[in-house]
């Protein structure tokens, strides 16, 4: 990992279309779409910020964003199960 990035998870509950598929853009801008309205990647705490503010305010009452960021340990003790698109590896980037 990069110094000063963390694995960092967005998660939205956004009830307007409209509204959700911009939050949608944004995220996917900078980070990999792992669910419906879930995305991660690894960046600094400025930058998380810096996503997260130009989503939220696109919510209005009722919506939400939720960002996690995930350190070493935690990473280190993270999973995938199923068929989810793996965690983002320290590389940057993926082969599909």
């Not at 810096?50 to 305010?57: G, H, I, P, T, Y």
């Amino acid at each position: 990992m990069a110094r000063g990035e963390m694995l960092t998870v967005f998660a939205y509950d956004i009830s307007k279309d409209k509204k959700r598929r911009k939050a949608a853009k944004i995220l996917e801008a900078a980070a990999s779409r792992v669910q419906f309205s879930v995305f991660e990647c690894r960046m600094t705490r400025q930058r998380a910020a810096a996503v997260a503010q130009r989503v939220s305010a696109l919510l209005d009452a009722g919506d939400s964003l939720r960002v996690y960021a995930v350190g070493a340990d935690g990473l280190a003790r993270s999973r995938v199960y199923g068929d989810g698109v793996p965690m983002e590896e320290d590389a940057g980037f993926w082969v599909v």
